[in-house]
């Protein structure tokens, strides 16, 4: 079990850097996005909690730190933000249709 607690440890240092950025866009249809954005919210959410557990519990040997659970929960914050844009920019898109039919 430990081995597999390393290795989700080493998995978010290697990707942590890329947590907050935003998926990159470019050749994607909205939905594909979409549904980009909200896999991440869910490995997110489950790295979090992983995250909170380990840090909580009684045997004191986890690989996450603090830190790292901050870094978590601004990159969940982040990722809400850019579904948000993404709505935001499907709204406008479809009323400027609108507007233009």
């Known amino acids: 079990m430990a081995e597999y607690r390393a290795t989700d440890y080493e998995t978010y240092r290697e990707i942590m850097g890329e947590l907050i950025k935003p998926i990159l866009a470019e050749g994607l249809d909205a939905e594909t996005l979409k ?56 709204v406008n898109e479809k009323l400027e249709c609108r507007k233009a039919c």
């Open 35 to 90: 549904s980009l954005y909200e896999s991440k919210a869910v490995y997110l959410e489950n790295l979090r909690i992983k995250c909170f557990k380990e840090l909580n519990s009684e045997k004191r040997n986890s690989h996450f730190t603090w830190d790292d659970y901050h870094l978590v929960v601004r990159a969940i914050k982040e990722n809400h933000g850019h579904v948000r844009n993404l709505i935001l920019v499907a």
